[in-house]
């Protein structure tokens, strides 16, 4: 079984500064996704960035990139120039990539709530 | 557009009754989740289904029942054996074969009174 740890249960950061947010995972697969999602205060999840196990390459997406360090298990958000939009709670979340029953399922971490500042 | 629409938004239930949530998606998906989010504990799968006329049991399926008759479908029974049903649900698809992720509905705020 795969388990996602979110250890900051709260962050805030003023409009413009850049943030990280951190994931930690345990599995034992090789091959698997990590996402980060958005949770604004409206409650739709939005997919913020995804990240391959098997690409060593960092996942950027705009203002969005990771830091994967796949041997530490650990899989961390950062935003740039953040807006005030960014307010939202993130979710962590691990995804096994293929076989089986498990395939599509996705485990979550306990969340992080950001509040960004004017 | 297409999407996945989740009904009602909030849903109040007598303790000791039935309730289903419903959820439908028009992205010609094949699998859909349910998912229970409580302050604190990020989002946990509730059950799957990966075709028409099969799901498996998620992580707390426990008080909870659901049907896959239709492909656009899968609604989801919080029965009276569900101990602490108020919570908030979200129903979610995905392409069962490829590596895309799951697209998520809006959500149904359920509380028992």
């Known amino acids: 079984a795969q388990t996602v740890t979110q250890s900051q249960p709260e962050m805030s950061v003023q409009e413009a500064e850049t943030v990280t947010l951190s994931c930690t995972y345990d599995?034992?697969?090789?091959?698997?996704?990590l996402f980060w999602y958005k949770q604004p205060p409206s409650r739709q999840m939005i997919l913020v960035i995804r990240?391959?196990?098997?690409?060593?390459q960092n996942a950027t997406e705009n203002r969005f990139s990771v830091n994967f360090q796949k041997a530490a298990k650990s899989f961390s958000l950062k935003i740039s120039d953040s807006q005030l939009g960014d307010t939202a709670m993130y979710f962590c979340?691990?995804?096994?990539?293929?076989?089986?029953?498990?395939?599509?399922?996705?485990?979550f971490g306990q969340g992080t709530i950001l509040t960004v500042h004017p | 557009d297409g999407g996945i629409t989740q009904s009602p938004k909030y849903l109040f239930r007598k303790e000791g009754q039935n309730v289903t949530l419903s959820c439908e998606q028009n992205l010609n998906h094949d699998a859909m989740y349910w998912y229970r989010q409580d302050p604190g504990q990020g989002l946990r799968l509730i059950y799957y289904s990966q075709i028409v006329n099969d799901f498996q049991k998620g992580d707390i399926a426990e008080g909870y029942s659901v049907s896959r008759e239709k492909k656009e479908s899968f609604p989801l029974t919080v029965t009276s054996a569900q101990k602490n049903p108020t919570a908030f649900y979200l129903c979610a698809s995905s392409i069962r074969q490829g590596h895309t992720e799951a697209f998520f509905g809006q959500g149904t705020r359920l509380t028992v009174v």
């Open positions: 990240q391959e196990a098997y690409k060593q």
């Open positions: 599995t034992s697969e090789n091959n698997y996704y």
């Open positions: 979340a691990f995804m096994k990539k293929s076989g089986g029953t498990s395939y599509g399922k996705l485990t």
